[in-house]
T-cell receptor, first 113, second 114 residues
Framework: AQSVAQPEDQVNVAEGNPLTVKCTYS??????LFWYVQYPNRGLQFLLK??????LVKGSYGFEAEFNKSQTSFHLKKPSALVSDSALYFC???????????FGGGTRLMVKP | ETGVTQTPRHLVMGMTNKKSLKCEQH?????MYWYKQSAKKPLELMFV???????ENNSVPSRFSPECPNSSHLFLHLHTLQPEDSALYLC?????????????FGPGTRLTVT
């Protein structure tokens, strides 16, 4: 069975500092990896995905993520955090064998002025 | 904003009531999904429809009954729910039911069962 782990329930960062939200996964076959963000009282919004190719993926709002196959990780990063980045972030995995998306438990990002 | 709308946004129902949640997507997608999001559990996939056929049913209790009359509309019919069914119910769609397709989510229906 496939799974996603987001080891931090909450990440606190000061505005202007770099941020990292961690994600590790377990899946058979070739992984497809996703990051979604959820703002209060809203549904999930797609940020970026890794399917194949370059291990560094760039997405919306200045976010990027790096696929690391040996460490089975897909950490989300941003060079300079904004207060408006404060939200709930979900990592998700599927694979090339038709598996459905499995989501991690989510990490709350708090960016303080 | 995402092209997926859900109604109602909030619903309070008693355990003996029958109600329905509605989802509509304006993206021309062929796959639609129902998820349950509760405070203590990760996002749980409930049902998947692809080209109007149900292709996934993740051991969901029969008190939840999905319906997909066409590729743009998805319903979740609710009856004799339990308090533990209180949650945010999210609808999503994707171009096809491929693992590589990103999903587009609606804003959700906040359901409270009293």
């Amino acid at each position: 069975a496939q799974s996603v782990a987001q080891p931090e329930d909450q990440v606190n960062v000061a505005e202007g500092n770099p941020l990292t939200v961690k994600c590790t996964y377990s899946v058979s076959g070739n992984p497809y990896l996703f990051w979604y963000v959820q703002y209060p009282n809203r549904g999930l919004q797609f940020l970026l995905k890794y399917i194949t190719g370059d291990n560094l993926v760039k997405g919306s709002y200045g976010f990027e993520a790096e696929f690391n196959k040996s460490q089975t990780s897909f950490h989300l990063k941003k060079p300079s955090a904004l207060v408006s980045d404060s939200a709930l972030y979900f990592c998700a995995v599927s694979n090339n064998a038709g598996n459905m998306l499995t989501f991690g438990g989510g990490t709350r990002l708090m960016v303080k002025p | 904003e995402t092209g997926v709308t859900q109604t109602p946004r909030h619903l309070v129902m008693g355990m003996t009531n029958k109600k329905s949640l509605k989802c509509e997507q304006h993206l021309g997608h062929n796959a639609m999904y129902w998820y349950k999001q509760s405070a203590k559990k990760p996002l749980e996939l409930m049902f998947v429809y692809s080209l109007e056929e149900r292709v996934e049913n993740n051991s969901v209790p029969s008190r939840f009954s999905p319906e997909c009359p066409n590729s743009s509309h998805l319903f979740l019919h609710l009856h004799t729910l339990q308090p533990e069914d209180s949650a945010l119910y999210l609808c999503a769609s994707s171009p096809f039911r491929y693992g590589s397709d990103e999903q587009y989510f609606g804003p959700g229906t906040r359901l409270t069962v009293t």
